[in-house]
Every structure is written in C-alpha cells, then in structure tokens.
C-alpha cells in the first residue's frame, strides 16, 4: 500500500493515490492521477517462464522499459514500451520475424484484435514507422484505453495496429509531443489532458533501477517518494533551436564530470552540449572525444568494432558516479547503472555510452539515475537525483505546483544538497581499478530517431525499440543504441 509521508504539500496536491501494487493487479487512481507499474524486461515474473529461462536478447529488451495498457472492448491486456523519444502508439509486431528468444518476449507482450473490440474503428489510413533498425507498417485505429484501476476509460484514441513488422519484439507507447507539433492528430498523451483524465498536461518518469527491476509512470502527477528536496526545472529547447530541428525534450546539459571512489571530482573539456532525454535509448550518445575521455577513466582504450568500450565488471561494485550537470542540478549515475552487463560465461561489460557526432541524448543508462517530470504544457523538464523509499503518487492540480513539490526521501538519513535538494553518497574508501579489459567484436541493436512529423502517408524515423539480433563466437551480446537520423519517403 502506498504510504502519505507528507502533509505540508497537501495544498499543493489534488489527493493521494493510494496503492502502488505488484504489475497487472487493479490500483486506484484519484481523479488526475494514473500511476502505471513500470516493468523492465529482464523481470521473469512477467517476460520469461516459470522455470526462468533467461532473456539472452541482442536487443533493446534486456533493459527496455513497459507499461500495461488495455485496448478494446472488452479490454485486451499488451504491454508497450515507453519511449519519450518518439510520439505515436503502435502494437502488434510480427512475432513471426524474431526468432528464439526474441520470439518468446514478443509473444508475453500481448496482441490486440480488432475483431474483439465492440468499440474499434478503422480510419482507414496506413503508414510505415521506420527505425534505426527494423521497421512496422501499421493502419490507424481508434479504440478505447483503459488504464489498470484507473476510473476513467480514454474513448476514440488513435494508435496503429501492426500489418507486418521487420525486428520488432513489441510495440511502442510513443509519449513525446503530439497535435501541432509531431502529429496531425492528439497523441496519446494529449488525450490523458483533453479527456480531463489528468488536471495537467505532464507526466513524470521514475524508471528504477537495473536491481530493482520496475519503476514507475505517474500521468498528470508526481510520486515524491522517488527522490530527495526540490525539482528544477530546465526549460526545453524549441524544435527550431534545437540540433535537429525535431519537437524532443532538448536541454541544456552544463557539464560532464566523473567523481571516483576517492572522491575527487574531475570536469571532462568540452562537456557542455544541448542533450535530448530518451527512454527509448539504451544507450547514452556523447560525442567522441568526450566519450574516450570517458571510456579512458574506465580502463578502455578503444572501442571495438561496433563502437562498444569493454570494462572490467568489477567496477559495477565501485562507488563512483559520472555526474551530468544542468543548470541547478546534478545528476550522478553510478558506475553500476552506466554499465552495460551481458550474462555469458565468463560476463561481459561495456560502458554504457556511446561516441556520435550527429547529436547527443542521455538515454536509458542515464535516466535510471534520475527522477524527471516532462512538462508539456509550459515546455520544461523538472529534473533531480532519483530514489527510492517507498511510493506515493500523487495528482497536480496545476503545474505550477511542482515549484514547491518536496520529495521525502533521505529527509533524515542522508545529506541533502541545498542546490538540487538530492541525496548525497557517501564516497567508498578504496580506489576504482580500472584496468582495460581486452575488447572482442560483437554484433549490436540500435534504435532510430525520428525526423519527420505527420499522422498518415510518407513512412518516417521515430525513436524506440531496437530491432536485430545478432550473434558472434558462441556469445549473444546485451547492448542497443541510437544509430543515426534518416528520412524514409
């Protein structure tokens, strides 16, 4: 059951949602909050069997982030991956075009049927939805969503229902911008607003981490017991300032730094770089001589053929932190969350960034480390260190309410920075070794971003799931990235 820590911001909060329970169990939302159970893909209890045969997908999925929708009626239970970095709903990809494991995920995520829904309607309209790797032809539809123990239904929402999919393992809740800035029709998120599901037009994303294995999504509200103090909040940078001239969630990222286990902090040249967030990353992208400079502090040299860096695995036991700085607030991710962690014999490691010149974006391996809230309706990410001390999502009456929002972890047991109001580790007291680890050629995922907008007719790029699996010396390689922008028409 969720726990009331605070009453101070009691005016500032339409109601407490109480019961934050295990996935797929019925909650109740309070009128202006949804708060979705986030499943990652490496939880058995959900993508696996009993006998918990183990994920080996050289995919996105060993670290792609879910929620559950029910579509139709009556309701059909599928889950979809969130991606912040894309902006349409799409489901039912091709199981029939992924092989082995690949297959069964894409058989536990859930398929919807026209047919079976008494409220579905064609429109009528097709397009293609390309990715980085992979692909999904889809037609529109219009059904009604209902959200696990949430009183209220969406009715006549527009999504794509798969034809046929290349590489694809699940379909794809797109929740960036939508009507008037990447679609000619109301997104998803934009229906939770027009319908009066939730008060504001915002929603806040606490993902967990890798050992916690679920996280959560709040529509239209907050769980401050996700994170330490204060939220600040960065203004997003216009689609027509911005690197690539697309409506993302651009920000102004100050620097890059890195505090080893002695506790020395040390600033990277050169680190200040606008930075989009996107869930439906694995991998965080930063240019090249800022990613060498990283990967040198982690023992690697050089990357291998695929532009991976191999680290010792030892260091996901290290406290030490890669600290990214924003304008009035730090977030630190610890060596263990920046690492990329594949389960073969002996394991295999890989700093969990990336070198690109196009653009940079702190994907998954940096949001796990933060509590964000992404504000639609005045164009800002309220942002700071995330946490954990229990579960108490709450609805926004007004956005506005967010400036005086206080998270009630670490309120007695651990120093808070007055600054960003986040917890502060404590250092460890040995030294990191970061010793190189020999690197060997492994075959990759990657996830596209979109550059286009539109609602029917010319295919595009989005961002989003990875699609291909590959495999090389008997070890299938756990890693996904963005790879590039490309226009399909």
């Not at 009604?144 to 393992?169: C, H, K, N, W, Y």
């Not at 009035?328 to 070198?355: H, N, Q, W």
Request: glycine share 10%; charged share 15%; aromatic share 8%.
């Amino acid at each position: 059951m969720a726990q009331s820590f605070f009453y101070s911001t009691s005016l500032l909060l339409i109601a407490l949602c109480f019961g934050h329970a295990a996935v797929l169990q019925q909650t109740t939302h309070d009128v202006g909050c949804v708060h979705l159970p986030i499943v990652h893909s490496t939880n058995v209890n959900y993508f696996s069997s009993k006998r918990g045969v183990q994920l080996q997908l050289a995919n996105r999925s060993d670290v792609a982030y879910y929620a559950q929708l029910s579509i139709g009626t009556p309701p059909q239970p599928v889950f979809v991956q969130l991606d912040t970095g894309s902006f349409e709903l799409w489901v039912n990809p091709d199981c029939t075009t992924v092989s082995g494991a690949d297959a069964l995920f894409c058989e536990r995520v859930g398929q919807y049927e026209t047919t079976r829904s008494s409220t579905a309607a064609s429109l009528g309209t097709s397009r293609t939805l390309r990715y980085g790797i992979g692909s999904a032809n889809i037609t529109y539809f219009t059904d009604t969503i209902t959200l696990a123990g949430s009183p209220m239904a969406l009715r006549g929402v527009q999504f794509g229902v798969a034809t046929a999919s290349e590489d694809a393992f699940s379909g794809i809740l797109g929740i960036g911008y939508g009507k008037g800035y990447a679609t000619k029709y109301l997104n998803f998120v934009d229906q939770l607003r027009v319908q009066n599901v939730t008060k504001v037009k915002a929603y806040t994303l606490a993902l967990g981490s890798k050992d916690s294995r679920e996280g959560v999504i709040v529509f239209g509200g907050i769980d401050t017991s996700k994170f330490a103090g204060s939220l600040t909040k960065l203004p997003i940078i216009p689609a027509a300032d911005s690197p690539d001239r697309v409506p993302r969630f651009w920000v102004d990222m100050k620097s890059v730094s890195i505090t080893p286990p002695n506790g020395v902090n040390r600033v990277y040249p050169s680190s200040n770089a606008p930075v989009f967030l996107d869930s439906g990353s694995t991998m965080t992208l930063l240019p090249q001589s800022l990613t060498a400079a990283i990967a040198k502090d982690f023992g690697a040299q050089a990357p291998d053929s695929n532009g991976f860096y191999r680290i010792d695995c030892g260091l996901t036991t290290v406290n030490g932190t890669v600290d990214f700085a924003f304008d009035g607030v730090t977030i630190k991710v610890p060596y263990k969350e920046l690492t990329r962690e594949v389960p073969s014999d002996p394991p295999a490691c890989f700093l969990g960034i990336m070198a690109s010149e196009k653009f940079t974006l702190l994907g998954d391996t940096f949001l796990r480390s933060a509590y964000t809230v992404f504000d639609l309706e005045t164009d800002s990410i309220w942002m700071t260190q995330a946490t954990s001390c229990g579960s108490s999502p709450a609805a926004l009456n007004n956005i506005q309410d967010l400036s005086a929002v206080t998270g009630v972890c670490g309120r007695t047991e651990s120093a808070v920075d007055g600054t960003s109001g986040t917890a502060l580790p404590s250092p460890a007291a040995d030294p990191a070794d970061a010793a190189a680890v020999p690197t060997t050629n492994a075959g990759v995922r990657a996830s596209g971003t979109s550059s286009s907008q539109g609602s029917s007719g010319p295919t595009t790029t989005t961002s989003g799931a990875s699609r291909r699996s590959w495999s090389e010396m008997g070890l299938v390689w756990i890693l996904g990235a963005v790879a590039g922008l490309h226009l399909f028409i």
